[in-house]
C-alpha cells in the first residue's frame, strides 16, 4: 500500500512545524469508516456527494496505513464502523465485526430504526460491538431529507435500551439548518436529559462547518451535560471556539472520518456555506457540486490533506482558548479512552 497516499514536501513542511508537537504520542480516533466493496449508490438527496469521491473503498489495511503515512511518530487507534455498500446492512456490519476482531479494535455497529430493541441489543452483542452509528439515510423513505428528524432513525425505543445498556452512539444530525436548528436542538437537549447513560457522540460538531450553522445553538447546548461532540471533518477553528467555551475539555473527542481526511483541499465558507477547495481534476467532475471547487497552479501546489487541516484549526482553538497540554490530551486521547470503555469488548 505504498501508492496509497502520495506524501509531499508541503505535506511534511505541515505536519512538522503545526501538527507533531500539537497531537499526543497516543491518539483515539472515534470516527472512521472501512468497508471494501464501492458504497451503495446514494439516490435520496439525503447525503453530500463529494466524499464518495475520495475513496472508492477503505478497507482495515489502509485506514491503519494511513496513519502510519499522515501521522508518523503517533500511535493511533480507530472505532471503527460501516458505510452503506451494496451488500446492505448487514455484510458491512460483518465486515466491521470480523476487522475489529482481527485487530483487537472497538466497532460500532450501523443499525436501522426499524429493528426492535431486542433486534438492536442481540445484533450488538452477537458481533461484540460497543454501540451504533446511526444514519439519517435509513428514516423512512416517504419522509423528506429536509424534514427528517433525529428520532426518525434513532427512535426512541431503542434509544432506551442504548442507554439502560449505556452504549455508545455515534450520530449524525439531520436537517438543512445544521446545529442551529430548533429542531435538532431540541431532540439533542431532549437525548441529553432522558437518556443519561447512553454515551452520544454529535459527530461534526453537529455539522456546523460554518459560523452561521451554529447560531444560537451553542448558547442552548453549554446546559447539557453529557452530550459528547467529535470534530470530525470540521475545519472551522471558529466553531471550535465556541465549542471549547461551551462545553469544555473534557467533551471533546478527536475524529477524522476516514478516509474522507485523506482528501487534499482547503475549507473556506461563502455566504453560510462550506466549500472545498481542491486541485484541479483531482476528484473528477465537480462543477455540478456546490460543496466543491477547482483551484489550480500554486494555490493547488500547497494545498495538503483535510486531516492536517482539521487539526491545525483546532490547534489554533486551543490555543486562542487557553487549553492547556492535558486538555489536548484529554480531547486527542483519555476521554474517549474513558467513554469507550477499552477492554471491556
Known sequence: MADLIEVKAVDREFYESRIRGFVPGRAIDVHTHVWEEPRAVEASGRVAAWPSRVAASNPIGGLLET???????????????????????????????????????????????????????????????????????????????????????????????????????????????????????????????????????????????????????????????????????????????????????????????MPILRMRMRRICENGRYVNLVPRGMYGDVSGDPHMREVSGAEAAGLTFFLYEEIDAFRRAADAEGLTAPDVADVFCNNAHELLGFGQR
Open 67 to 257: 496513519y502510519r503515512l499522515l501521522l508518523p511518530g503517533k500511535d493511533v487507534v480507530p472505532l471503527i464502523f460501516g458505510s452503506p455498500t451494496a451488500s446492505g446492512v448487514d455484510g458491512a456490519n460483518e465486515y466491521v465485526r470480523r476487522c475489529a476482531a482481527d485487530h483487537n479494535l472497538p466497532a460500532l455497529l450501523l443499525a436501522r430504526p426499524e429493528w426492535t430493541a431486542a433486534q438492536l441489543e442481540q445484533r450488538i452483542e452477537a458481533g461484540g460491538f460497543i454501540g451504533v452509528k446511526v444514519y439519517l439515510s435509513y428514516a423512512p423513505a416517504y419522509l423528506p431529507a429536509d424534514e427528517i428528524r433525529i428520532f426518525d432513525f434513532l427512535p426512541p425505543h431503542q434509544l432506551q435500551m442504548l442507554d439502560e445498556r449505556g452504549f455508545v452512539v455515534m450520530l449524525h444530525i439531520p436537517r438543512p439548518m445544521r446545529l442551529r436548528d430548533p429542531v435538532n436542538l431540541a431532540q439533542l437537549l431532549e437525548i441529553d436529559r432522558r437518556y443519561p447513560n447512553a454515551k452520544v457522540i454529535v459527530a461534526h460538531v453537529g455539522r456546523a462547518y460554518c459560523e452561521e450553522d451554529a447560531v444560537g445553538a451553542f448558547e442552548e447546548l453549554a446546559g447539557t451535560e453529557r452530550l459528547m461532540f467529535d470534530i470530525s471533518a470540521n475545519t472551522n477553528e471558529a466553531v471550535f471556539r465556541r465549542l471549547i467555551a461551551a462545553v469544555g475539555p473534557k467533551r471533546i473527542l478527536f475524529g477524522s472520518d
